[in-house]
C-alpha cells in the first residue's frame, strides 16, 4: 500500500477522502463508480474494504486499498450479515482509521464516505470530528418508504387483508399497500431505524439517481432530512409503481399473473400505441439523464460545489 500510495502522492497533492463501501455488489459497485468521479475532480482516493467480497485493486490502480478483517465465520447466515457487520467491524474500523489518518498527513482525509448500511460509522466520525457523507444505493422513493415505516405501522397498513392490498396509501402516494415492503421481524424494524437515524445524522446524502427522475420524492425527503442531498447518476415493489404510475415507462404487473394477463400486456407493448408513448417518454429520461451528466462535468466536484466545507 505504501507504495501505491507513495506514487500518487507525486501527482496529487491535496485532500484525500476515505470511502467505506458495503460488500454486496449491488452497493460495491455504485460507490467504486463515486470513487472514479470523485478521483477525476483531484481528490485522492482511499478505499477501506472487508475480506469478504472485495474489490479488485488492480482494476483501479489509482486508488489506495486498505483491508480490515471482517470477523466473519465460514457459514455466517446471510440474513443477519448487515447486523453482524456492523458489530463486528466496529473496532477494525476504528483502528484503520486511526492509522490512515497518521499515513495520510500529507494528503489529509478530508471526510468519510460510507455506505447507508454501515450506520455504526456515524459514531466514529464523531469522535473523530470528521464530516460523514452517506451513499444511498436505494431509490429515493424506497427509502421515504423505509423512513416512513414507524407511521405507516402506526396506522396499520400492515397486516393487512387481502382485500385491502388494492387501498392506496395516503402517506407515500402513488404506493397501494401491496407495493409496500414486507415486513416479518421486529429486528428489521431496528435495522431500518439505525440507517435512518444514521443517515439523518450525517453531513449529506449522496443517491444513485438524478433529480429529474425523482423530484417530488427528493423535496420530501428534504423536507424530513435537513441536510444536503445530492443525486449522482441513474425495493422492487416500490421502482414497480413508480415506472407504471408515475414515470409511466413500463406496466405494473403483480406477484401473481395469469398467462393470458401476460399476453395482453405484450400485445399493448407490440402493436398499439401505448408503446410509443412509452418510448417516447424513456428517451425523454435519457435526454435528461445525458443533460444531467454533461452539468456535472461542467460545474465539477459534487462536494466543492455544494458550499460543504471539508476539514482542512
Sequence with gaps: MESLRESHMQQRLGRSLLLFPFPL????????????????????????HLPFNS???????HFTFYSIPDGLLEHE????????????CVKPFSDGLSQLLLDFKEEPI????????????????????LPRIVLQTFDISTFHVLASLPLLREKGYFGTKDFQLEEPVTETPPLKVKDLP??????????IARVINGSKASS?????SFEELQKDS???????????????????????RYASDVWKIGIHLDDMVERGKIERIIKRLMVEAEREGIRERIMSLKEKLNLNEKQQLLYGDLVYNTGLHLRQ
Design 77 to 88: 447466515p446471510s440474513i443477519y450479515l448487515v447486523t453482524v457487520l456492523n458489530t463486528k
Design 110 to 129: 478530508s471526510c468519510i464516505i460510507t455506505d447507508a448500511l454501515w450506520y455504526f460509522t456515524q459514531a466514529l466520525a464523531d469522535t473523530f470530528k
Design 204 to 208: 449529506a446524502l449522496i443517491w444513485n
Design 25 to 48: 455488489q449491488g452497493h460495491l459497485n455504485p460507490m467504486l463508480q463515486l470513487a472514479n468521479i470523485l478521483y477525476s475532480k483531484g481528490f485522492s482516493i482511499i478505499i477501506i
Design 182 to 191: 414486507e415486513i416479518k421481524s421486529e429486528d428489521f424494524h431496528r435495522y
Design 218 to 240: 427528493l423535496t420530501r425527503l428534504c423536507q424530513d432530512f435537513p441536510i444536503p442531498s445530492f443525486t449522482i447518476g441513474a425495493d422492487q415493489k416500490v421502482v414497480a
Design 55 to 61: 474489490p479488485n485493486p488492480l482494476n483501479y490502480p
